[in-house]
């Protein structure tokens, strides 16, 4: 049976999405603003889930209708087969969102929604009373300018909770940002990539994982999981197939520095607890002495954006460093992500050659892009 799945994502990398969606070989799909839609199997749900690396979750589409009223929405949420998904002792939740329609309150949408499934439930299981023991559903509403859009979440915690980073350090980025950063830049795992200011190391993090073939959600569960519908075999297959497809290390260049100690430690500790540790070099090194001699990489990176973490002077002496470090260094790609737009006007060697406009989280900021030369013989 073919199914609609959508892959959620951040504005600025539904590309990223597409491009790891097509990758992973599915077929038939339609990008619009955060979504993703594929078509796939339910024998699927595993690969996507374990594979995909800049989404934020995978759903599965049940319905989309215009829904004006909640009467709309009452009656065509009942006339759904939810009974194909949820099961007769299943626990499900409802989640609302409406953003530019005419219902406006999520949560009265969200008490709709669930009676509507509960009454729909109760006609198909002849049951008056659900014991809801069972497996977890998770029922997602997105009601935008009056499109109701239903859906199942089958990755229950966020995609960015791989399982490697139980400490976080200061101000860190997502790790599903993180690997968007890197997939939006043109480094490849043959090429050397620094992180001078790395923090918690979640962009080399990525990078290596990327790098080593490493499916991002080896090493956690989905809500999916549990679901009967989704034959428990093609979970283990997927897992096995991840498994083997691990390319072995010590073939990477990344390196990362932070001046904060703590910073290099927790660092150190992800790395290892994502299977990554061989394939990074950390130290602790004030950007500001960094001394670079390789004429040709890449630098991804995100200064502290001084509203929050350093003082402003600090901050400017930073940009200075980088501006100094890689003013004759032309066969060096540059790419910092920053809420600061004066960046551009410190980082004189050249106009940057693209920005993009990328939310981390809510925080509104812009990825420079300064292409280098490319090394020879590539
Ligand atoms: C926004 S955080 C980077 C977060 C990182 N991308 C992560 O995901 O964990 C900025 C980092 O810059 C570091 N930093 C601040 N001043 C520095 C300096 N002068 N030299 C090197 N690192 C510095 C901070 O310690 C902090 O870890």
Not at 8 to 16: C, H, Q, S
Not at 347 to 362: D, E, M, S
Request: charged share 25%; aromatic share 10%.
């Amino acid at each position: 049976m073919n199914i609609t799945l959508i892959a959620t994502a951040k504005f600025g990398l539904e590309t990223v999405v597409k491009q790891e969606v097509q990758a992973l070989g599915f077929e038939e799909i339609v990008v619009s603003d955060g979504r993703i839609e594929f078509t796939a199997t339910l024998a699927d749900i595993p690969k996507a889930n374990l594979w995909l690396r800049t989404a934020d979750r995978v759903l599965l589409k049940i319905a989309e209708f215009p829904a004006h009223t909640f009467d709309d929405l009452f009656e065509q949420t009942k006339a759904l087969p939810w009974e194909d998904w949820i099961t007769q002792n299943g626990k499900f939740t409802v989640n609302a969102k409406t953003h530019k329609s005419a219902l406006k309150s999520g949560r009265s949408c969200q008490s709709i929604v669930k009676k509507a499934v509960v009454e729909r439930l109760k006609t198909a299981y002849q049951i008056d009373w659900f014991p809801e023991t069972g497996v977890a559903f998770t029922i997602q509403l997105a009601l935008v300018r009056n499109t109701a859009l239903l859906t199942l979440d089958t990755s229950g915690v966020g995609l960015h909770k791989r399982g490697y980073r139980e400490e976080a350090g200061k101000a860190p980025l997502k790790e599903t940002f993180a690997a968007g950063l890197v997939q939006l830049s043109y480094w490849q795992p043959d090429r050397l990539l620094l992180d001078p200011m790395c923090g918690s190391g979640t962009i080399l993090i990525e990078a290596a994982m990327l790098g080593r073939n490493i499916a991002p959600g080896l090493h956690r569960s989905f809500a999916a999981e549990g679901w009967p519908i989704v034959p428990a075999e093609a979970w283990v297959l997927a897992r096995q197939e991840a498994q083997n497809a691990i390319l072995p290390s010590g073939n990477l260049q990344l390196q990362g520095s932070d001046s904060d100690p703590t910073a290099i430690e927790i660092a150190r500790s992800n790395a290892t607890k994502a299977g990554v540790a061989d394939d990074i070099q950390f130290q602790v090194k004030d950007v500001r002495k960094l001394w670079i001699d390789r004429k040709f990489g890449i630098v991804i990176t995100n200064p502290p954006y001084g509203i929050r973490l350093a003082e402003y002077r600090e901050l400017n002496s930073i940009y200075l460093a980088l501006n100094k470090m890689f003013r004759k260094k032309d066969g060096w790609s540059v790419y910092v992500l920053t809420a600061d737009q004066k960046f551009p006007s410190y980082f004189k060697r050249a106009k940057p050659n693209r920005v993009r406009k990328l939310y981390n989280g809510t925080i509104q900021t812009n990825y420079y892009q300064y292409y280098g030369r490319k090394p020879p013989n590539r």
